[in-house]
């Protein structure tokens, strides 16, 4: 209960800041622009689970982030709550990779569990994105058993960062950067979740400077797939796992196609 009451003014609060800064439409932030904001501090807000089919949502969770970031690493806690005060904190890691937060939960420090129940494992490609003097972190959160990796039904999540103020003069600085929607890559991963081989495809609409890279969801760097210069067309890599480098667990296939960044989560199931 005490854990709730605090939950709740947290949240309050962040209202209250929301509503002071108007409402503005969020805009997007491109790699550049989040490479000047600090992710450091406490988030809040809530996660949507999707039914079975995931044609709609069963159960809506408080949801929140306490995380620190040194460099483009990121590691922290993560805390769900259900509406009976049921809860998990769990240990989270991720990084940055060009616009987005790419996350995973790895170990569940307490809890206290729904009957017949589990708490599923978290993960997800976040976007940041920016509305007045807010910053939020938004999207698909898929969700894995703790063993195994084999898929729960997944969710949405929606979070916004308590205190903001040490982002204020990174904001100001964002705006004097070119805005422009962030960059777009048809980039494909299948099949996903996989066990020990899968494909990585993507499409070059011009000749580039082309790195293909596996890291970890600590930020370790798996494996380098390709580096080189190539013409435009479609192009498909393969990456076959093994059990002595990672086990099971997330990957982040990062692509760097000249200066642009790209990037997709790929699970590997045990």
Same mark, same amino acid.
């Given at each position: 209960? /005490? ?9 309050? %609060?962040? &209202?209250?800041?929301?509503?002071? &800064?108007?409402?503005?439409? #969020?805009?997007? !932030? ?5 490479? =000047? !904001? ?5 988030? *809040?807000?809530?996660? /949507? ?32 709550? +259900?509406?009976?005060?049921?809860? &998990? ?7 940055? *990779?060009? +616009? ?13 569990? #729904? ?30 058993? $703790? ?20 982002? %204020? ?23 996903? #979740?996989? &066990? ?32 080189? +210069? ?11 796992? /093994? ?10 296939? =990062?692509?760097? *196609?000249?200066? $642009? ?10």
């Amino acid at each position: 209960m /005490k854990r709730l009451s605090i939950t709740l003014i947290t949240l309050l %609060l962040v &209202a209250v800041n929301i509503i002071s &800064a108007q409402e503005t439409s #969020p805009v997007t !932030l491109n790699a550049q622009q989040v490479a =000047k !904001l600090d992710l450091s501090g406490k988030w *809040v807000g809530k996660r /949507k689970q999707y039914s079975e089919d995931k044609k709609s949502f069963i159960e809506i969770f408080q949801y929140e982030f306490d995380l620190k970031q040194e460099g483009n690493i990121i590691t922290g806690t993560s805390t769900i709550i +259900n509406s009976h005060g049921e809860y &998990a904190d769990m240990k989270l890691e991720g990084m940055i *990779v060009g +616009n987005k937060f790419h996350f995973a939960e790895k170990e569940v420090k307490s809890a206290v569990r #729904p009957d017949g129940k589990i708490w599923c494992f978290k993960s997800g490609e976040l976007n940041l994105t920016k509305s007045g003097d807010n910053l939020k972190l938004t999207g698909p959160t898929p969700s894995y058993m $703790e063993m195994y990796n084999l898929p729960c039904s997944g969710g949405e999540t929606d979070l916004v960062k308590v205190d903001n103020s040490n982002n %204020l003069s990174a904001f100001i600085s964002v705006s004097e950067v070119s805005s422009g929607a962030p960059a777009t890559m048809d980039l494909n991963v299948f099949p996903n #979740p996989f &066990a020990e081989k899968a494909t990585i495809g993507y499409n070059l609409v011009k000749d580039a400077k082309v790195k293909v890279e596996i890291y970890d969801i600590s930020g370790k760097l798996v494996t380098r797939l390709f580096e080189g +210069n190539e013409k435009a067309g479609n192009y498909s890599l393969s990456y076959t796992a /093994k059990k002595s480098e990672i086990g099971s667990g997330i990957l982040i296939v =990062k692509l760097t *196609v000249n200066d $642009e960044i790209f990037s997709r989560q790929l699970v590997q199931m045990m």
